[in-house]
RNA sequence: GCCAAUGUAGCUCAGUGGUAGAGCAACGCUCUCGUAAAGCGUAGGUCACCGGUUCAAAUCCGGUCAUUGGCUCCA
């Protein structure tokens, strides 16, 4: 081969030769013109490069469209340049941070000085980008020394690009520059800014310089960026539609919780249908851990704070506390944690290995000061209920005892139509902050990791994301419209067994430290629920609704007939309500399915003198009519097998 | 906690300095009806709260509280 030549390896597998210091397009041009026409950018093994970048080295090589992530980050990577751009030109005296992509659209950071910059003045802006974006302004990258670059930057005041410039390694500073706008930047960026044709400034937020709660805090300006306009309005369209499912206006809509000044914020109250809807989760997770060998427990609210002092709990985290009272000269605090009560549970009797694993499960409340800006609907509250357990074993038990748990999990989600990713979250071994001793460490990580495999799990190691006292494996799902959410976790803990001096006695007549597993599905019941409205849209699955069937008389009439199907119902312990009002069979069927009540009966005359119904299902419509009898097994088999709802698409 | 926005009837919202409005819901009466809204009527407000400017404030200004979107935090 001669020198000249360099050698790229194509998705497909397939190898071709080109001249080195090819360019990116003209390696898409050798392809198809429509690839070259639609290129934003290549991959070359795990570096993004810009289409006019020279190639001089063999490698893999993929063209970056639209259709894929690296695309798309260029693409935004390179709206987020012309954002500053636009604000450059519009106000002259502001001084830039950063503005990366992000997974959807991309953000600035800019500090405006003395000047507030307002929502009002975002579509301003968007303009403003439009207008530059048509002119099609070349990117032109400039390598720079870092004298060159500090200089630069100091002439313009901006102290934030110089604390950037002081981290690089001296030569790898690179400038681009579109029209007249130059950033710092590694790059890489579109060929121009033409193909940015849809823009929407979404937000605006305050931030933290470098996420510094001591830094200055800049205006940050998130915006989202589309090669068509018919894009940017079906992401418009997909905001909409998560707007529709999200639980704060649909809790609201059906009754399931409400907040009130007088009790305070983030102390959300359970209205009835929310009730039902937590107690039917509640009951379903306990039957479930019954049959698993959970032994449940209940513990009080508050507790002496020598049972946080002892679990290290308090003061570490008395930020995010409520503070203690002061009751009888003893300090008294309202439980941030159910472990600590657990563990004097553990500890009231002496344990044998015979007596191993004990596990404690509680629905227990814990209340914890969060900030003011951080409350969230159901989601982020003040005072929450964790399903909570935690398994007292040996260290030669873990690796069951962890299999059982991810099983459980995994069935609780499976139930729900929740597929789940797996993180298994380890140390990472050049911090210190972690406690517990080294061999603890190394084994139950390993264990973890053995665990997985046997279990065929596909999952992700993450480093650094353990908590202070051992490994968890962090239960990542996703919802109905491919939103991810963190949910149920399970950690190894050592610390509290030598904290709260926890022992059993083993079969060599010695005392022995158990390892404990904290794990909660579910984690807090409250977001849980607010993650199971979205997920669902409020269109619940008939186990779970809070009404489940609503009898609709075709005239006052028939009220008896439907009482009598209501009553057969109820016998079944369903949920059933009958709509005795005087309203027209059209006004009652528009009720009940605004209110998502799966299942409609409606009854006149026909139903009466046959014993049956006309049956409606929630967002399907007329299913036909049923005997009663045969009605009455349809709810009854679908509530038992805890069936999907029907128009559940996923 | 910080930045920004919002706060008008139970709900959704209109109302840019001159008598506080609509639709839905509620309540009453009439209608007794066959698969997504029957008709008429009644009642409902300290315009989040406190203060200021003004002859006059839902509206302008200041403060407080709450909510929302972010930032930071999250055992």
Redesign the pocket.
């Known amino acids: 081969m001669s020198e000249e030549q360099i050698t790229l390896t194509f998705p497909d597998g397939a190898q071709k030769q080109f001249p080195k210091h090819i360019t990116g397009l003209e390696v898409a041009e050798s392809i198809s013109k429509g690839l070259a026409r639609n290129a934003l950018s290549i991959s070359l093994d795990n570096e993004i490069l810009g289409l006019n970048e020279p190639i001089s080295r063999n490698g893999k090589i993929s063209i970056n469209t639209w259709n894929t992530d690296d695309g798309q980050y260029t693409f935004w990577h390179s709206s987020a340049h012309l954002l500053a751009e636009a604000v450059q030109e519009l106000y002259p005296d502001v001084k830039f941070g950063i503005g990366p992509p992000i997974e959807n659209g991309f953000y600035y950071d800019i500090d405006f000085g003395e000047k507030?910059?307002?929502?009002?003045q975002l579509e301003k802006v968007e303009k403003k980008m439009i207008e530059l974006a048509r002119k099609k302004s070349e990117f032109k990258k400039r390598k720079v020394s870092k004298q060159e670059a500090l200089e630069h930057y100091s002439k313009l005041g901006n102290e934030y690009k110089i604390d950037l410039i002081e981290g690089l390694e001296d030569d790898s500073i690179t400038f681009y520059k579109q029209g007249n706008f130059t950033d710092l930047c590694r790059g890489p960026h579109l060929p121009d800014t033409s193909p940015i044709k849809a823009v929407k400034l979404?937000?605006?937020?305050?931030?933290?310089w470098r996420?510094?709660?001591k830094s200055k805090?800049l205006?940050?300006i998130?915006g989202i960026s589309f090669p068509k306009q018919k894009m940017l309005n079906e992401y418009l369209e997909q905001i909409e539609e998560a707007k529709k499912r999200?639980h704060?206006?649909l809790g609201?809509?059906m009754g399931i919780y409400m907040?009130d000044?007088m009790v305070?914020?983030?102390l959300p109250l359970w209205l009835p249908n929310g009730t039902v809807l937590r107690r039917t989760l509640e009951h379903f997770l306990r039957e479930e851990q019954k049959h698993r060998g959970y032994q449940e427990v209940i513990t009080p609210h508050i507790a002496n704070l020598n049972l946080?002092r002892t679990s290290g709990?308090?003061p570490?985290?008395k930020?995010?506390?409520f503070n203690p009272m002061e009751v009888d000269d003893e300090g008294y605090l309202l439980k941030?944690?159910n472990?600590p009560h657990h563990h004097r549970i553990y500890s009231n009797e002496l344990r044998s290995y015979r007596d191993l694993p004990v596990r404690l499960a509680e629905f227990g409340t814990v209340y914890?000061?969060?900030?003011?800006?951080?409350?969230?609907?159901m989601s982020?509250v003040r005072g929450f209920t964790q399903d909570d357990a935690h398994i007292y074993c040996t260290n030669d038990q873990l690796k069951d005892e962890i299999k059982h748990v991810i099983e459980l999990t995994q069935f609780v989600f499976n139930t729900f139509g929740m597929p789940v990713d797996i993180h298994l979250s380890f140390r990472d071994d050049k911090d210190e902050k972690y406690g517990g001793k080294n061999e603890n460490w190394q084994r139950s990580q390993r264990e973890l990791n053995e665990v997985a495999d046997e279990m065929g799990l596909d999952y992700k190691i993450v480093e650094g994301e353990a908590?202070?006292y051992g490994p968890k494996i962090d239960f990542i799902i996703r919802d109905a419209i491919g939103r991810q959410w963190q949910l149920g976790?399970v950690?190894v803990d050592y610390v509290m067994p030598e904290r709260f001096d926890l022992t059993y006695v083993g079969s060599d007549n010695n005392r022995h430290r158990p390892v404990i597993i904290?794990r909660a599905p579910f984690g807090s019941m409250e977001r849980f629920v607010s993650i199971l409205i979205e997920h669902f849209a409020g269109d619940f699955p008939l186990w779970l609704a809070p009404v489940q069937v609503k009898v609709l008389p075709?005239?006052?009439?028939?009220i008896g007939y439907a009482q009598k199907c209501a009553d057969k119902l109820k016998g079944l312990d369903v949920r059933v309500e009958v709509d005795t009002?005087?309203?027209?069979?059209?006004?009652k069927?528009?009720?009940a399915?605004?209110s998502k009540i799966p299942y409609?009966v409606?009854?006149?005359?026909?139903?009466?003198s046959d014993s049956t119904v006309?049956?409606?299902r929630?967002?399907q419509?007329?299913i036909g009519?049923f005997k009663l009898e045969e009605f009455l097994n349809k709810v009854k088999n679908e509530i038992e097998s805890r069936s999907l709802p029907p128009t559940y698409d996923q």
């Not at 507030?116 to 009002?120: I, L, P």
């Open positions: 507030s910059f307002g929502q009002d979404t937000k605006l937020a305050g931030a933290y996420g510094d709660v805090q205006t940050r998130y999200d704060k206006k609201k809509e907040m000044p305070g914020p983030g946080y709990h308090y570490y985290y930020d995010s506390q941030p944690m472990c914890r000061y969060e900030q003011s800006g951080e409350l969230n609907g982020r908590s202070f976790t950690q904290h075709i005239s006052d009439d028939y009002r005087s309203e027209m069979i059209g006004g069927i528009r009720d399915e605004n409609m409606i009854v006149g005359e026909k139903e009466e006309s049956l409606r929630h967002k419509g007329d009519t």
